[in-house]
C-alpha cells in the first residue's frame, strides 16, 4: 500500500514536450513542398498564358483602345509583294506593299511613244508653216493675175465661167500637196498674212460669183441669198480635188474642168 501513490503519479504526469513535437515534424516538411510545387505550378501556368495570349486582342464592352491609321495607295494595281506581317512595327519610309509596275511601265512606254510623234508633227508643222507663209500668198496672188488676164467679160457667160475654172484647176497642178499643208496652215499665219491672203481670196470669189449671177440673174434675187452657196459649192468641187485627183489617172484636168463647168451650168438652171 505504500507504493500505491507513486503509481498514481506515473499515471497522470504528462509526456515530455519533445515527445509530443516529433510527429508533427515528421508531416510538415511534406505540406511545404506540395504548396511550393503547387505555387511554382500556378506560376508556370500563368506565364505560358500570358505568353501565348499577349498578342491577341481582348475586350468585355467591344472597345478596344489604340490608333487606327489608314494606309491606300494612290495608284491601283494587283499587290506582288507584302512586306509585313501581322502587327508588326512599322517606321516612316518602311516598305508595305509592292504594286505589280508592269502596266504603269507599258502605259509610260505608250507616252513617251505619243510623245515623240507629237514632237515629230511640231517639227512638222514649223516647216509647213514657214512653207506656207512664203509661198502661198505668192500663189493666190499668182491664180488671181492669171483669172484678171484670162478673163473677158465680152465673152459668153458659159464660156467665160469654163474659162475661169480651168485656169483656177491648172494652177493647181504639180501643188497639190503644197495645197494642202497651206489649207491646214492657214490659221497659223500671222494676223497680217491671213488678212492678204483672205483678201486674194475674196477677190477670185468675188469674180466668179459675177460670172454666175450674169449666167443665171436669179441666183442675185434679192432677198433669195442663193449666190453665195451656189459660188462657195463650186470652190468646194474645185479646191478639195487634191484629195482624190491623180495626174496619171484615167480624167485628165481638163475633162474634170468641163464636169464641173456643165453641173454649174445645168444646175443653176435647175435652181429658179
Not at 514536450?17 to 506540395?34: I, K, N, Q
Not at 484647176?169 to 496652215?185: M, P, S, T
Amino acid at each position: 500500500m505504500a507504493d500505491f501513490p507513486e503509481t498514481e503519479e506515473k499515471l497522470t504526469t504528462p509526456p515530455p514536450p519533445a515527445a509530443r513535437r516529433e510527429p508533427e515534424r515528421r508531416r510538415f516538411p511534406w505540406r511545404r513542398v506540395l504548396l511550393f510545387v503547387l505555387v511554382l505550378a500556378i506560376a508556370g501556368a500563368g506565364t505560358t498564358y500570358w505568353y501565348l495570349t499577349k498578342d491577341e486582342e481582348s475586350t468585355d464592352d467591344a472597345f478596344t483602345d489604340g490608333r487606327a491609321v489608314m494606309i491606300a495607295p494612290q495608284v491601283a494595281g494587283n499587290v506582288v509583294t507584302l512586306a509585313i506581317d501581322d502587327n508588326q512595327f512599322v517606321h516612316r519610309g518602311d516598305l508595305l506593299v509592292e504594286i505589280d509596275p508592269r502596266p504603269y511601265r507599258a502605259a509610260r512606254d505608250q507616252a513617251q511613244g505619243q510623245l515623240a510623234l507629237a514632237e515629230a508633227e511640231l517639227e512638222s508643222a514649223k516647216i509647213a508653216l514657214a512653207i506656207a507663209e512664203v509661198t502661198y500668198p505668192a500663189r493666190k496672188q499668182a491664180a488671181e493675175a492669171a483669172l484678171a488676164a484670162a478673163d473677158d467679160p465680152a465673152l459668153p457667160p458659159p464660156e467665160r465661167l469654163r474659162r475661169l475654172i480651168g485656169i483656177i484647176l491648172d494652177k493647181y497642178r504639180g501643188a497639190d500637196d503644197a495645197h494642202k499643208v497651206q489649207l491646214n496652215a492657214l490659221a497659223a499665219l500671222p494676223p497680217e498674212r491671213r488678212a492678204e491672203i483672205t483678201a486674194i481670196e475674196r477677190r477670185i470669189v468675188q469674180r466668179v460669183a459675177a460670172v454666175l449671177a450674169t449666167l443665171h440673174p436669179p441666183l442675185a434675187a434679192p432677198g433669195r441669198h442663193l449666190l453665195t452657196p451656189v459660188t462657195m459649192s463650186l470652190f468646194g468641187m474645185l479646191n478639195w480635188v487634191y484629195t482624190w485627183f491623180r495626174d496619171d489617172g484615167p480624167l485628165s484636168r481638163e475633162a474634170y474642168a468641163e464636169i464641173v463647168t456643165r453641173l454649174m451650168l445645168e444646175g443653176v438652171r435647175a435652181i429658179g
